[in-house]
């Protein structure tokens, strides 16, 4: 009984806790604003897993990965915000709407621009695990802890998100050449969508 | 003076070549994007929040709540 109990409270450890979730808020922000695409919403997702982390402290391991802990936290939360408020099938279009509005900045660089809208037209699953390992510094093994499935599933999760980017990059280069903007994200929607079914 | 002479570069197969150029600029990109976010000043919320999960944990803390 006494070893299921929780710790007593130990400032000290509570305080490198600390300093180490400090540490990892930019972290937390970035990932949590590649899964919402939305500034607003990506921290109040942050400050929440922030939060959670805090009061969960006693449960992690001191000496583990603390940024891999604290991004599953994130993204538990993300999912179980998205089953209660959000309907699913409309989740990935709504998002990349939002995020076409959100880039309508001149004098942001084109080409993020197309990647910030590419990612926003993947599925979320291959969003969040080509983040993870392209963008977060995560390897394979670790992005499969965070997402909670295989090594194998993040691996072609991955290689599929790629593949889907880089149709969707080369289709940008071609629209920016004067397309109507309106059919252009008709076509790379579309073509966006055959290629993340593919395989 | 011999300068000119070593010039040759050994250059990747085309096709092969290029299809690794294209992963390499969508991985710099996506990192760029994400370390976009990542070097944003945290806004002060996050540290006040902590603060306050802080005092509520801690026993005895100076101010108990309810007097809103």
Redo the contacts between chains.
């Keep these: 009984m006494s070893d299921a109990a929780r710790p007593p409270a130990d400032p000290a450890r509570d305080q490198i806790f600390k300093k180490e979730l400090v540490a990892l808020i930019p972290q937390l922000r970035a990932f949590a604003r590649s899964l919402t695409g939305d500034p607003t919403a990506a921290d109040d997702l942050a400050q929440d897993a922030m939060v959670k982390a805090w009061d969960a402290r006693a449960s992690f391991e001191m000496g583990t990965n603390m940024k891999a802990w604290t991004f599953m936290i994130l993204r538990n939360q993300f999912y179980s915000e998205k089953r209660r408020s959000w309907r699913q099938s409309q989740l990935d279009q709504e998002a990349a709407e939002r995020t076409l509005v959100a880039i309508d900045d001149p004098s942001a660089p084109v080409a993020l621009d197309e990647l910030r809208m590419g990612l926003a037209m993947l599925p979320a699953e291959q969003r969040e695990a080509l983040i993870l390992v392209g963008a977060g510094g995560f390897a394979y093994e670790e992005a499969a802890l965070i997402c909670g499935c295989a090594v194998g599933t993040v691996k072609s999760r991955v290689s599929r998100a790629r593949r889907a980017l880089m149709e969707i990059l080369r289709r940008g280069e071609y629209f920016r050449d004067g397309a109507p903007a309106g059919d252009a994200m008709g076509t790379i929607l579309a073509q966006a969508e055959r290629l993340s079914n593919a395989t | 003076m011999n300068s000119g002479l070593m010039k040759r570069t050994v250059k990747p197969p085309a096709d092969l070549g290029e299809a690794r150029i294209?992963?390499v600029a969508?991985?710099e990109?996506?990192?760029?994007?994400?370390?976009?976010?990542?070097?944003?000043p945290?806004?002060d919320?996050?540290?006040d929040?902590?603060r306050q999960?802080?005092e509520r944990?801690a026993?005895g803390a100076a101010d108990p709540e309810g007097g809103q």
């Design positions: 294209d992963r969508i991985g990109r996506l990192r760029q994007l994400f370390d976009e976010v990542v070097n944003e945290v806004p919320d996050f540290l929040l902590l999960a802080d944990k026993p």
